[in-house]
Nanobody, 125 residues
Framework: VQLQASGGGLVQAGGSLRLSCSAS????????MAWFRQAPGKDREFAAG????????LYVDSVKGRFTISRDNAKNMVYLQMNSLKPDGTAVYYC???????????????????WGQGTLVTVSS
């Protein structure tokens, strides 16, 4: 599976961005998807995830109510709509995917088999 993330950029605090991730190589509909992020000098952390069928999502507490993850299985795309961005949202954002795993948390980075190259989001204060 190949993943290509896009949509990053520079935005002022309070602004919005939408990240996109395209997938190719395997039946996308059978894969869980997630976004992770890595801020400067920090470890990579889970941001948001969505089950293979789109019926369940998970968010880290710090983005709940501001970020929305969605997927379009017909287009092999996953999106992360980010609203009310804060300076601590500055990070490289990575999309990741894994063959669907029932009853397994979406937030575990080691469970993901494939990663995109990352897209940089910079939030200015």
């Amino acid at each position: 599976v190949q993943l290509q993330a896009s949509g990053g950029g520079l935005v002022q605090a309070g602004g919005s961005l939408r990240l996109s991730c395209s997938a190719s190589g395997r039946p996308f509909r059978d894969y869980d998807m997630a976004w992770f992020r890595q801020a400067p000098g920090k470890d990579r952390e889970f941001a948001a995830g969505v089950r293979w069928n789109g019926r369940a999502t998970l968010y880290v507490d710090s983005v709940k109510g501001r970020f929305t993850i969605s997927r379009d299985n017909a287009k092999n795309m996953v999106y992360l709509q980010m609203n009310s961005l804060k300076p601590d949202g500055t990070a490289v954002y990575y999309c990741a995917t894994r063959p669907r795993i029932e009853y397994s948390s979406l937030a575990v980075a080691s469970s993901y088999s494939y990663w995109g190259q990352g897209t940089l989001v910079t939030v200015s204060s």
